[in-house]
C-alpha cells in the first residue's frame, strides 16, 4: 500500500505556469512508473504524462507536449509536472497515480494501482 498525495494546483491566467508535485510514502516508489492524469467537468480522465522506474522514459499527450515536463526526484520520493503557457482547455483535477508494470511500456491505465486525490488546476481567459 502506497499513499500519494497531490499539491501546487491553483488558479492562473492563460499563458502561465503552475509546478504539480506529488508526494509518495515510501521509498519503493522509485520502483514505480508514475502518471499524472487529469479530469475536466463533463470529461472522461485522461493520461497527461508518464515517466518510468529508474529510467527516467516520459511520454505526454499530444495536447501538452512541448508544454509540460514531468519529472522525478527518487531520493525525495516526488513527482512534478511543471505546466507551463496553459490554456483555459488545461482547467481540470490532476491526479497522480502509481504502478509497477514490467510487461508493457506505457502502462495502461487500469495498471495504476495507487492514486492520489487530485488537486485543482483553473486556467482562465
Known amino acids: 500500500q502506497m499513499l500519494l498525495v497531490e499539491s501546487g494546483g491553483g488558479l492562473v491566467q492563460a499563458g502561465g505556469s503552475l509546478r504539480l508535485s506529488c508526494a509518495a510514502s515510501?521509498?519503493?516508489?522509485?520502483?514505480?512508473?508514475v502518471g499524472w492524469f487529469r479530469q475536466a467537468p463533463g470529461k472522461e480522465r485522461e493520461l497527461v504524462a508518464v515517466i518510468s522506474r529508474r529510467s527516467g522514459s516520459t511520454l505526454y499527450a499530444d495536447s501538452v507536449k512541448g508544454r509540460f515536463t514531468i519529472s522525478r526526484d527518487n531520493a525525495k520520493n516526488m513527482v512534478y509536472l511543471q505546466m507551463n503557457s496553459l490554456k483555459p482547455e488545461d482547467t481540470a483535477v490532476y491526479y497522480c497515480?502509481?504502478?509497477?508494470?514490467?510487461?508493457?511500456?506505457?502502462?495502461?491505465?487500469?495498471?495504476?494501482?495507487?492514486w492520489g486525490q487530485g488537486t485543482q488546476v483553473t486556467v482562465s481567459s
Open positions: 497515480a502509481a504502478n509497477r508494470t514490467a510487461s508493457r511500456w506505457p502502462p495502461r491505465t487500469y495498471d495504476y494501482t495507487y
Open positions: 515510501r521509498r519503493t516508489f522509485s520502483d514505480h512508473n
